[in-house]
């Protein structure tokens, strides 16, 4: 039995609890949150026990059975998320899969790395990489020959087409549609709903139909 530990809480974190749930071979200790004190509890119904900060998370996986799902996200400060994951140093092999039952993978025509998380309803189309840490959430799909860099968050009902390169720790807001061969900046946020016509400076934030500078960072 593999023992989970998700750095998060609610919402996404939740997500992520609720598709181990759903796992045979995984359980869920808890989750390592900044924000909430240790022995609180997240959740309005099943409730998941805080059990420490990020700062605990290398005694935690000292055991060799336990691994972590890193999907906290905080928008408008990627490159800050950013420069935080990379300071945790987690080992890539304590990086755990959590992919639910319903996601669409073409298995052996695309790379998928460690510690991604795949909520109900993911399509990835052949030829496909998506790198590590990355979250895709229901029903968001990846369009053949696109690469999503580390870290990248995809929500809700988003479709990123073809030969799209999507840059580290970028966020893709719910409902958004990219088209086929636009680059997408590092640290970048698309805003809800929002059509991607062309490519996105990096540390930018777009948002609208079609998609236009709204600010950058």
Request: charged fraction near 20%.
């Amino acid at each position: 039995m593999k023992k989970v530990i998700v750095m998060g809480g609610k919402g996404t974190g939740m997500v992520a609890a609720s598709i181990i749930d759903m796992i045979p071979d995984m359980e869920l200790i808890g989750f390592l949150n900044d924000k909430v004190p240790v022995g609180e509890t997240q959740g309005k119904f099943k409730q998941i026990p805080v059990i420490g900060t990020s700062e605990d998370m290398h005694k935690f996986i000292l055991d060799e059975d336990t691994y972590i799902l890193v999907v906290f996200k905080t928008m408008r400060k990627e490159r800050e998320m950013w420069e935080k994951l990379l300071k945790l140093n987690i080992p890539r092999e304590k990086l755990i899969n959590v992919i639910h039952p319903s996601a669409r993978i073409p298995w052996g025509y695309c790379s998928i790395g460690n510690g991604i998380m795949m909520a109900p309803n993911v399509q990835l189309s052949p030829d496909t990489t998506i790198s590590d840490n990355c979250i895709l959430l229901g029903n968001s799909f990846i369009g053949h020959d696109s690469t999503l860099e580390r870290y990248v968050s995809v929500a809700n009902n988003a479709s990123v087409g073809a030969r799209v390169h999507v840059g580290k720790a970028v966020h893709i807001g719910s409902n958004a549609t990219i088209r086929e061969g636009v680059t997408i900046g590092d640290f970048s946020l698309v805003g809800i709903g929002s059509v991607v016509l062309d490519d996105i400076l990096p540390e930018t934030i777009v948002a609208g139909v079609p998609a236009r500078v709204m600010d950058s960072k």
